[in-house]
């Protein structure tokens, strides 16, 4: 008995907490967390969705000139992480439902050109947001990166299409399909 009443004591207990921590948004700063940031340039709109290849970056510096250089790097690096990690589900996908015979070459071979392919996209970026600040003589900048997700596919239909070997295995209607899907995976957030 003294058993059962322990169980029923810490689910209650535990029911209590859940509900205290459910408390609303107002209570955040009471939570020890800390004040939540509204950071520049990094809102839903600058994250990738179904359209654009997005990446975010920030910098500091006393001179501007390096401030904007490491946020435009960071950036770069945000937005080339979100692109192979996108390419790479979509080659695994896409080898998994063709059943291609050589499959591993053909992932190794198509990750390859996958690299080759974002290294060319970053030289091609658009700004999509950038700010900059400045306090206590530091610069503080701010920057969000894009590219077309329509241009990116291009450039990998163009590589494969010049690899005779990758060709054979290249079902351009499927690929498209799957590299939609994982679009909009991004844009959904999943």
Known sequence: MKIRH??????AFAGALMLASCGGSKKASD????????????????HSD??????????????????????RLDANTNLARSINTTLKAVADR?????????????EEKFEQMSREVV???????????SKTFQKDGKYNV???LQVQKDMVLSNIKDKIS??????LDYDKMKFEQVFNEEMDKLAKGQ
Do not use: H, W
């Open 31 to 46: 939570s020890g967390m800390g004040k939540e940031l509204n950071i520049p340039c990094s809102d839903e709109e600058f």
């Open 119 to 129: 290294n060319q996209q970053l030289n091609n970026v658009e700004v999509a947001c």
């Open 142 to 144: 701010y920057t969000a």
């Open 6 to 11: 322990m169980f029923l004591f810490a689910g």
């Open 94 to 106: 896409y080898v998994n439902e063709r059943q291609i015979g050589e499959a591993s070459e053909f």
């Open 50 to 71: 179904a359209k654009y290849f997005r990446g975010t970056g920030s910098g500091i510096s006393q001179d501007l000139s390096t401030a904007k250089s490491k946020a």
């Open 162 to 167: 010049k690899d005779q070997k990758l060709q």
